[in-house]
């Protein structure tokens, strides 16, 4: 008779980075999985066409009943400090769409991330984050989309910092970049 695995304990910040479609998400989502008691999806993803409403269901039919998701596409800090607890762990989808959607609502990003890095200590429980790599292709050639490129790589920096754990995806593939035990 083979004993179960006991499961890894969580930090109480991970980053999990990687391309589109690297399967960063199906992992970040295994890591939460692999943590007793409930499940939090907090989605900040918004449905503004067809085809994102399909990845949005995608997303949902491969979870199971232990994930709650809560659908918050601007006030991140806020909906973190709600949705974590110790008998629950959190998963954040992803926080490259959560700066789209400041920069299309106008929300003065930089001060957001400021709220999103202070309300780290204080969480109740872990949190897992999902973003994509922006910094590895061409500089845009508008200036929008170099102030994403640019929030992006600022958050993704100032998050590691303070991250315990970070995770690059490629292909499917995790590579751990970061990892600090707690002592």
Known sequence: MSVPPLPVSLAPVTL???GARS???RHAEALVESQPGACVYLATAQAGDAEMTARIAAHRARRGERWTTVEEPLDLAAALGEACGPDRAVLVDCLTLWLSNLLGAGRPVAA???ELLAAL???A???VFVSNEVGQGVVPDHALARAFVDHAGRLHQDLVAVAQRVIFITAGLPRELKSVSET
């Open 121 to 123: 200590p204080g969480l």
């Open 23 to 25: 399967g960063k998400s």
């Open 125 to 127: 429980g872990p949190v």
């Open 16 to 18: 999990v980075l990687g």
């Open 112 to 114: 957001e991330c400021e």
